[in-house]
């Protein structure tokens, strides 16, 4: 075996040359791992999360009923009638209204009440798209138009909504208007509509209180606090 003036083997140094020349070679092929690291999104900033759509109240809109939803078919107590509503505070508050409307203002038929429907067909910008989360109610859907209720039954009307304190609001009072819409006029962290929830509540399970107790709707204390909501949410 022949060796060069180091005393090394010819045969190793040819070898140890051909190897570092095929790794120069690749080298420059493959690029460095720096460069090949695969580019990941940017992460949100902690404790951000992507916010739900909602109706124009600031409720969530629910995609159907009866399924993975807040929305169900619940009957109305006293009345015969069912109707999808966000189950809760919005169905106690709701269904009080519907309550005293069937009993004071007019009995309503299975036809004369709409509640939840998918926001598609609804205007998103409008109280109507409210009844895509389930916060609103239709009563006589056909009767929209302005002027469809007669002068005791729009008095009713205002003792119904001054009893639940501008937590509640009349399309017959928006623009345009919509006499057959009533819906939840707060968001769901306002502690307003838990209070009107739990004060219904308890109203209904207490004996001479609750829907369908005679109320003089004419009274001087009544008829006052029922046009100073008509003002205050006129104005908003």
């Known amino acids: 075996m022949s060796h060069n003036k180091n005393g090394i083997p010819r045969r190793f140094v040819v070898k140890s040359a051909g190897v570092l020349t095929a790794a120069a070679a690749v ?3 493959v690029p460095s791992v720096a460069a090949a690291a695969p580019v990941t999104a940017p992460r949100s900033a902690p404790g ?3 916010k739900a759509p909602t109706s124009a109240n600031g409720w969530t809109l629910e995609k159907e009923a009866n399924h ?3 929305v169900w ?3 109305v107590s006293g009345t ?8 809760g505070d919005a169905q106690a508050i709701l269904f009080h209204v519907v309550r005293r409307f069937h009993y004071e203002v007019e009995q309503l038929h299975r036809v004369d009440l709409a509640g939840w429907q998918p926001i598609d067909g609804l205007k998103k910008d409008l109280p109507e798209s409210n009844l895509a989360s389930g916060t ?11 002027g469809g209720l007669f002068p005791l039954q729009l008095v009713t009307v205002r003792d119904i909504l001054a009893d639940c304190g501008g937590v509640v609001r009349w399309g017959g009072d928006d623009s ?5 819409l009533f819906y939840i006029d707060l968001g769901p962290d306002d502690v307003r509509v838990r209070e009107l929830a739990d004060r219904l509540r308890t109203a209904e399970a207490t004996p001479g209180q609750g829907a369908g107790v005679h109320v003089d709707v004419f009274g ?6 029922a046009k100073k909501l008509v003002k205050e949410q006129r104005a908003s």
């Open 27 to 29: 080298g420059a092929v």
């Open 48 to 50: 951000t999360r992507r």
């Open 68 to 70: 993975v939803s807040t």
């Open 73 to 75: 078919t619940r009957p």
């Open 80 to 87: 015969g009638l069912e109707v999808d509503v966000r189950i």
């Open 136 to 146: 609103a109610m239709r009563v006589r859907p056909g009767a929209s138009a302005a």
């Open 176 to 180: 345009p208007v919509d006499e057959s």
């Open 220 to 225: 001087t204390s009544r008829r006052d606090r």
